[in-house]
């Protein structure tokens, strides 16, 4: 008989694990309450990079006059165009179904039954769905998370709103007041921002971002800065609205009056009241599921994956953890999750993107290692393409030249991380890189430089 595996959540923890154990052969049910593609669909990975693709396009046309791009008129080609905010949430929420239908699709081919419903434990073995009970030989957990609500700045869906909430605004607010900055914030501020908001970036910490790459992280307070975003320090205590606007009160007293605010001030996970911890399943303080390395919670056979366990809250971690989960508990060759080689990415503009080893955990490991920096505005296909801001940084090991970590800040990182990530996860050395062809002109060729420039030559003898 073939394994019962029983999956909670259809985000891409729980549908990439679904997909990998019914090709496997198993007998799969996945249950979820809201829709296919869970949150990274519906609420936070799709819906923001859509808005953000619209605040992309929009820099081009400010180096268009650089460009030699001219509206026949003669009038300024950036200042004549407007964001149709209605349209850009359509087409997000488009956008949105078609790809949750997309995984609905998969799913169906690839055999998995899907049950509508919230779930809830009632034993390692036994998953409840309204009145239908499960027998499962391997529960899958993969609920994921929902906006933190700070007590006194509860959102209320229209002026004071968490990020879930934005793609029903038909016009682009004038004034939005952004409360947090980290990755989401940063995002969001940075996109309105471009999109043509004025915008107010509350951050905590001294600087934006400021658990990416320290070069990075000035590099993008500078760029918010010049652009004319307003950058504030502090926490909100309070967030009050009226019919015209928002007024947030930080700890220190201070008070920002805007349109709008949104709170992105992290997540809590999706694990109370679902009978984990009569079923054995321990949580930790803040109610994340304590997984090791190939998923496995307390309970024996239920694995956990994605944000619901706070390993790092990444679709492609979710995604990773939710395969090994399945090729574990259907005794499948399991490698471990290597969290040292997680590439990740931060869609501002310009984007960060970083893999491996940060500087700050090379030196908290005693490694030796040495950084190369380039600028990319130095690279010939930048200045033609009119790029004049961004840079590659690569960390490699001062004797080996073993490839630790890097980070690039510029037009799709995302996308130019990916040499590097190869680097990381293979053990290539500096070398290696060095040593593989780039197009040129490219950009990929300042990573190729930057490789180059921690060549060591051997000493004689
Ligand atoms: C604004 C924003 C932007 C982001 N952008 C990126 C990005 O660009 N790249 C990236 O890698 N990551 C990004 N992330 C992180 C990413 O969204 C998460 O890491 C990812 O969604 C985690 O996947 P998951 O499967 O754990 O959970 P989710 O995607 O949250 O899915 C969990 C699902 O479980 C369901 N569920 C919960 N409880 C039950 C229950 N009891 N019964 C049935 N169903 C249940 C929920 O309805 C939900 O659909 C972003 C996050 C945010 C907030």
Redesign the pocket.
Known sequence: MSSRVVI???????YEAALVAAKAGADVTL?????LG???V?T??VP??TVIATAEWLTIAHRAPELGIRRSDGADLASSLTVDMAQVNSRIKDLVRKQSSDIAARLEHTGVRVIE????LEGPHRVAVDDTALEADAVLL????RPRIVPGCEPDGERILT?TQLYDLTELPEHLIVVGSGV?GA?FAGAYHLLGSRVTLVASGDRVLSREDPDASAHLTDVFRERGMTLVGGRAATVARDDAGVRVTLEDGTVLEGSHALMAVG?VP?TSG?GLEEAGVELDERGLIRVDRVSRTTARGVYA????TGVL????V?ATQGRIAMAHALGDAVTPIDLRTVA??V?TVPEIASVGASEAELKERGLFYEVSRLDLARNPRAKMLGIDEGFVKIFGHTVTGQVFGAVVVGPRASEHIYPLSLAVAQHLTVDDVAAAFTVYPSLSGTISEAARRLHRIEAEG
């Open positions: 909670v959540g259809g985000g891409p923890g729980g249950v979820e309450r809201q829709g869970g949150n990274a519906l936070d990975v923001s990079k419903g919230a779930a809830r993969a609920v994921g998370a990020w989401t995002e997540s999706n679902m994956a994605g944000d619901c809250p990444l679709a492609s979710a990740s990415n869609f």
